[in-house]
T-cell receptor
Framework: DTAVSQTPKYLVTQMGNDKSIKCEQN?????MYWYKQDSKKFLKIMFS???????INETVPNRFSPKSPDKAHLNLHINSLELGDSAVYFC??????????????FGEGSWLTVV | DAKTTQPNSMESNEEEPVHLPCNHS???????IHWYRQLPSQGPEYVIH???SNVNNRMASLAIAEDRKSSTLILHRATLRDAAVYYC?????????????FGQGTILTVHP
């Protein structure tokens, strides 16, 4: 069974559209994340939720809105998509947020292309 | 976040050991040293982590310098499947946890 699964894996959409990427983890973790990997391959954290509470919110445009219906799910909704939003988005999860030794498990990624 | 420095790329032959270095001269006393790797078209994958002592697991070994300002990831026998980008990351607790700062990493090429 896939530990962290995200859908869709590939998404091609036009500028101005609204789209969502869903993420689910079956590891029983209480913390989930969204990371963005740009064309230069740098991975940057966008959001982090612990037990459905937002704990990390990096400088991300308001067009990006995470939603956590329960601690096993963290969806990413993007409004008014722009060309610069094209990237690979990774969902991840971990147990706990204060122990630096905890492992973070990543999903396979969602390749978003805005045309 | 404390910064890490890694070589851009390294090459190895299959079945040979690989030593991937990482410098982190500004590491703080509570920072853990994590290594992740990213295979092509996949998400980052945890490899190993440590605080002060050397660590071994089924994937690799982590050698941490006594002053903790550098560390080395050791793959004992490289395989073609080990070809990936390897990231050395420092993690702190509290509100910075999960805020992994990925650098450019080291691109490892394994030759048959």
């Amino acid at each position: 069974d896939t530990a962290v699964s995200q859908t869709p894996k590939y998404l091609v959409t036009q500028m101005g559209n609204d789209k969502s990427i869903k993420c689910e983890q079956n590891l029983g973790h209480d913390t989930m994340y969204w990371y963005k990997q740009d064309s230069k391959k740098f991975l940057k954290i966008m959001f982090s939720y612990n037990n459905k509470e937002l704990i990390i919110n990096e400088t991300v445009p308001n067009r990006f809105s995470p939603k956590s219906p329960d601690k096993a799910h963290l969806n990413l909704h993007i409004n008014s998509l722009e060309l610069g939003d094209s990237a690979v988005y990774f969902c991840a999860s971990s147990q706990g947020r204060r122990n630096s030794g905890n492992t973070i498990y990543f999903g396979e990624g969602s390749w978003l292309t805005v045309v | 976040d404390a910064k890490t420095t890694q070589p851009n790329s390294m090459e190895s032959n299959e079945e040979e050991p690989v030593h991937l270095p990482c410098n982190h001269s500004t590491i703080s006393g509570t920072d853990y040293i994590h290594w992740y790797r990213q295979l092509p078209s996949q998400g980052p994958e945890y490899v190993i982590h440590g605080l002060t002592s050397n660590v071994n697991n089924r994937m690799a070994s982590l050698a941490i310098a006594e002053d903790r300002k550098s560390s080395t990831l050791i793959l004992h026998r490289a395989t073609l499947r080990d070809a990936a980008v390897y990231y050395c990351i420092l993690t702190g607790g509290g509100t910075s946890y999960g805020k992994l700062t990925f650098g450019q990493g080291t691109i490892l090429t394994v030759h048959p």
